[in-house]
């Protein structure tokens, strides 16, 4: 079985600065993208970074300059360094990893838990 545990959210004023992390573990083949979503309340879920195995990242508009996800291949970790946190930055983070668990295995999408992340003006 596979599973994703995120962990680093957390309250920060404006301005501030959190770490988001995520791991994969179980049997996991290999990984490919992976990435972070959010959802605010009364609203849809929307990505907000992702990052492909050789490291190539992509940005929501809205977050390019401020957040920067990385990847460590060798222990199935992404991460998301938030940085000149706003308001409206605040939403329950989702991480997303596409893996295989064999070899023969199609690739599926994996959502962790979610976690919490909340900007005081």
């Known amino acids: 079985q596979v599973q994703l545990v995120e962990s680093g959210g957390g309250l920060v004023q404006a301005g501030g600065s959190l770490r988001l992390s995520c791991a994969a573990s179980g049997s996991i083949f290999s990984i490919g993208a992976m990435g972070w979503h959010r959802q605010a309340p009364g609203q849809q879920r929307e990505l907000v970074a992702t990052?492909?195995?050789?490291?190539?990242?992509n940005y929501a508009d809205s977050v390019k300059g401020r957040f920067t996800i990385s990847r460590d291949n060798a222990n199935n970790t992404v991460s998301l360094q938030m940085n000149s946190l706003k308001p409206e930055d605040t939403a329950v983070y989702y991480c997303?990893?596409?893996?295989?668990?064999?070899?023969?295995?199609?690739?599926?999408?994996?959502w962790g838990q979610g976690t919490q992340v909340t900007v005081s003006s």
């Open positions: 997303l990893a596409y893996m295989k668990y064999a070899p023969w295995s199609r690739a599926g999408a994996y």
């Open positions: 990052i492909t195995s050789s490291g190539s990242a």
